[in-house]
């Protein structure tokens, strides 16, 4: 039979993970999100936890776990806030991931001990300003000048890009042509500080607002030819089996949100009192949480499942779509129902709520909308 429970190492991950959340995270996380500050204590205290190293081997520095710890993590923190989420989602899936899954024995020693400490940070740069959701349409070019790559273009929405403690951003550029006419597209690894690599002025956000997420964009930059990560022409194809997994985390952070929104309004609801009783013996808005934690729950098994094939190395592609959508959808409902329990403190920054409502959307939208979720999910089902 199909056992759901986690086993004592697993839930023991969740468990020290929650805890963090609840006690370190949740008192002080509102302060940095109002000022639009990245968290580097919290980030630091994340590395001495060994979050950023659990899918990596030991000899790395990692912790020798799996995507699904990672993921588990990522859902306790999701609960309390999607800011310091984030941080970490994108810090392994797409700051070091390609590393280990693509680069070389020298890169990975490199970078990935590190990354692997929560003491440095690297960026994915796929998207850019005129791309969006079609990845394939890079205009940054990469030429090869000798013993060095030339880069020239830019990138836009860059994850933990811009911090104090970023060392490097993989970035997909065109470096040729196909026999067929299409594009050669590579990854190249860009420290930071490379001279004509410039990190823009952080974005202005709806939500996240405790993340760092700036533009890129590179002049005459030129970096070392073995900054090549993978194999030469193969960078849109190495970053969409990355986009698949970060899917998955993704979608465990979603579940956290949506989580952590049936959460406070449990407390909300035993507290406040309208027309004589507390508004939770009212059944209209008993419903209404009932079908929040439904949507959670649901969305919880749908990443359970993707993040199992992807363990045992089946294709997972439809499933991590299909709980990407659906945990985000279900993230983004919880959080409007969680505003409306809370009426007009729903509306104020000081309840997490409103932190949360603000901070769902962008869970419909990174890493493939919800409209490219239906698109590959219809193409494994052989809609072409």
Known sequence: MIDFRLDEEYESLRKTVEDFARSEVAPVIGGFYE??????????????????????????????????????????????????????????????????????????????????????????????PGGGSDAGATRTTARLDGDSWVINGSKSFITNSGTDITRLVTVTAVTGAKPDGGKEISAIIVPSGTPGFTVEQKYSKVGWNASDTHGLSFSDCRVPAENLVGERGRGYAQFLSILDEGRVAISALSVGLAQGCVDECLRYVRERQAFGAAIGTYQAIQFKIADMETRAHTARLAYYQAAAKMLRGEPFKKEASI??????????????????????????????????????????????TSEIQRMLIARELGLR
């Open 35 to 128: 000022r639009e500050e990245f968290p580097y204590d919290l980030v630091a205290q994340m590395g001495r936890m060994g979050l950023f190293g659990l899918p990596f081997p030991e000899e790395f520095g990692g912790m020798g776990g799996d995507y699904f710890a990672l993921c588990l993590a990522l859902e306790e923190l999701g609960r309390v806030d999607s800011s310091l989420a984030v941080t970490l989602e994108a810090g392994v899936s797409l700051g070091a991931m390609p590393i280990h899954r693509f680069g070389s024995q020298a890169q990975k020693e490199k970078w990935l001990p590190a990354l692997c400490a929560g003491e440095a940070l690297g960026g994915f740069g796929l998207t850019e």
């Open 323 to 368: 709980a990407k959508l659906v945990s985000s959808n279900a993230a983004m409902d919880n959080a409007r129902d969680a505003t409306q329990i809370f009426g007009g403190y729903g509306f104020m920054n000081e309840y997490p709520v409103g932190r949360f409502y603000r901070d769902a959307k962008i869970l419909e939208i990174g890493e493939g």
